[in-house]
């Protein structure tokens, strides 16, 4: 178990837990992002976060990886660096870059290992073709990664991310710019490396609709407020009201949410947001 | 100009120049092998940078009367810890290295100016000064060039990582800033060693062209490293031999030599891009 933060209590429930904030705040100079959040994240579970642009969700994921100190309260995260996996949040790749999918997966494996890694290499990679395959990823794993396209980068992140067994999995926006089919791919995988390894999941997304099925519960960042329960306590039109501060209506179509809001909600959240008015 | 390829003369002459082509083939090899790191790194900028550094503190030794190549020495491993430390962010780097380098430079003018020894010196610090590798330049190029590859060994996977993919490296506990540190000494004593034989202004030549080469024909990283090694010995000890014959500087043919394969690579790898 690695600890960060001033006052580092382990209690018997944080050390079950997989990720454990106690009376966490995060504040850059006057701005706050968010106080007193208590979160555990039980292994195995599922936790979406969700919230606007700027509402804080990559600083929190941040946080959990030890890149960004706590203004306040407490932070444990099981396991340590080693054991994390993270989905960064998409940026462009160099498209002259000397890199293959199957080197950017490696280092998911062993890439903080000291050495030049001529050891080991045949069950590395062993390893490595079982991850790519496991996204779907075989057929490129030997191309240039800047010339592949953003959601076939995204799959080699997953496999990345999956390939170091790792006990928590940190995600950050990793639907976006997926087709609908990957994005049940991607998900599916990461549903799968929970339930079979009991890997604890905090997944930022815009749009919740692909991952609806498979979350235990939401944690629901806006503005410095926010709210954590089922998907079915958050994602209410009083819930998202109180949150947003202004009329928000969340509509069941089917099995979908439907968030319904003003012109602020909307720009906010493309994906899952349709303007009333 | 009728012995400009006298292969009888060359031959003869080959016995005088033996510690050089010893030194150019382990400099080849060095700068081979960091190269690909280099250019991954765009840090090509960094390298003319910190070569010219170089060329400072062999001026300075060459004014103190200590030894030119303990000089370069120093002056580029402090050029490279400045610039490490100085441009934390990628976006100011090539202002903090213009601003080094330019200072530097000046000095280094300055330096000359006020020495008064033989004017061959002077020119050998900028354009290389490869008939004067003699037996204690060749033992401490062979120490620092050992010393140079054993910590790369060691480093190699987290570097190589941190060079592609700083993201995510750094959330999986690599130390990013410490080996960018450490990396910018690497190059940094690998330069002054470059200096000696091409160089101050020719050093990219052998650090940064067969690199570059060898990343437009393949996407894979150890074949990169090996094809950039292959590069520049064959830039090394071909420019070493085309330029005894005609008694010429070895750096025009070192950088002829490593240019020519910059092309090929360039139009192969055009090709290869149009056929996909
Ligand atoms: N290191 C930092 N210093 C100051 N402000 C920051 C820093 N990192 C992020 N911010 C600000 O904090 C807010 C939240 O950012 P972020 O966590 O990236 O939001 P999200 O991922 O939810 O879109 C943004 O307004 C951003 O500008
Ligand atoms: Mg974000």
Same mark, same amino acid.
């Given at each position: 178990?690695?600890?960060?933060? +001033? ?17 966490? @705040? ?30 804080? +969700? ?24 080693? !054991? ?11 498209? *002259? ?79 976006? *710019? ?15 490396? @929970? ?12 749009? %919740? ?17 926010? !709210? %954590? ?49 | ?56 503190? /062999? &001026? ?8 030119? /190549? ?15 430390? #100085? ?98 000494? #690497? ?12 160089? &101050? ?17 393949? &996407? ?46 360039? #139009? ?9």
């Amino acid at each position: 178990m690695t600890v960060w933060g +001033k006052t580092a209590q382990v209690t018997d429930r944080s050390t079950r837990a997989a990720v454990a904030l106690r009376g966490a @705040r995060l504040s850059y100079g006057d701005r706050v992002l968010w106080d007193g959040l208590d979160l555990d994240v039980a292994p195995g579970e599922f936790v979406a976060v969700l919230g606007p642009n700027g509402s804080g +969700k990559t600083s929190l994921i941040r946080v959990l990886l030890g890149l960004q100190p706590l203004s306040a309260g407490t932070v444990h995260v099981a396991g340590g660096n080693r !054991r994390i996996g993270y989905i960064p949040q998409q940026r462009a790749i160099d498209v *002259s870059l000397t890199l293959r999918g199957r080197d950017l997966v490696g280092f998911g494996l062993d890439g903080h290992g000291w050495g030049v890694g001529w050891r080991h290499r045949r069950e590395r990679r062993a390893a490595v073709d079982a991850a790519l395959e496991s996204v779907g990823a075989m057929r490129y794993a030997d191309a240039p990664i800047g010339l592949l396209s953003g959601g076939e980068q995204q799959r080699l992140r997953v496999a990345q991310a999956l390939v170091g067994d790792p006990e928590v999995l940190l995600c950050d926006e990793p639907l976006l *710019s997926l087709d609908l089919a990957h994005q049940r791919v991607v998900s599916d995988l990461i549903d799968a490396r @929970r339930r079979a390894a009991d890997t604890a999941v905090l997944f930022v997304t815009h749009e %919740i609709n692909p991952i609806l099925p498979l979350v235990d519960r939401v944690l629901y960042l806006v503005d410095g407020r926010f !709210r %954590i329960g089922a998907p079915a306590e958050v994602m209410t039109s009083r819930t998202l009201t109180e949150l947003y501060r202004t009329n928000v209506e969340v509509v069941r179509v089917r099995d979908q949410i439907h968030v319904v809001g003003a012109q602020h909600v909307c720009e906010d959240e493309p994906h899952h947001v349709a303007d009333e008015g | 100009m009728e012995n400009f390829f006298d292969f009888q003369l060359t031959v003869e002459l080959l016995g005088y120049v033996q510690p050089m082509l010893i030194a150019g083939a382990v400099l080849g090899l060095v700068a081979g092998l960091l190269g690909p790191l280099v250019v991954t790194r765009k840090m090509a900028f960094a390298v003319h940078g910190t070569s010219e550094l170089a060329f400072t503190g /062999g &001026a300075a030794a060459l004014l103190i009367g200590i030894g030119v /190549g303990y000089g370069a020495l120093a002056g580029s491993v402090i050029a490279a810890l400045l610039l490490g430390l #100085l441009s934390r962010r990628d976006s100011d780097r090539d202002s903090v290295i213009g601003a080094i380098l330019a200072f530097g430079l000046g000095l280094g003018v300055l330096f000359l100016a006020l020495y008064k020894g033989r004017a061959a010196n002077k020119f050998g610090l900028l354009t290389g000064q490869v008939v004067s590798v003699g037996s204690t330049d060749l033992w401490l190029l062979i120490g620092s060039s050992v010393a140079v590859l054993a910590v790369l060994a060691v480093i190699y996977r987290p570097l190589h990582f941190a060079s592609v993919d700083a993201a995510v490296a750094v959330a999986r506990g690599v130390p990013v800033r410490t080996l960018s540190v450490v990396f910018a000494v #690497l190059v940094g004593v690998a330069t002054a060693l470059s200096v000696q034989l091409v160089g &101050a202004l020719l050093v990219l030549s052998l650090m940064i062209t067969p690199a570059a080469a060898a990343s437009r024909v393949t &996407a894979s990283p150890l074949r990169a490293t090996l094809l950039a090694v292959v590069f520049a010995e064959v830039s090394v000890l071909g420019g070493m031999l085309l330029s005894l014959a005609p008694g010429m500087p070895v750096s025009a043919f070192v950088t002829a030599v490593s240019f020519f394969i910059y092309l090929v690579c360039r #139009l192969m790898s055009g090709k290869r891009e149009r056929v996909q």
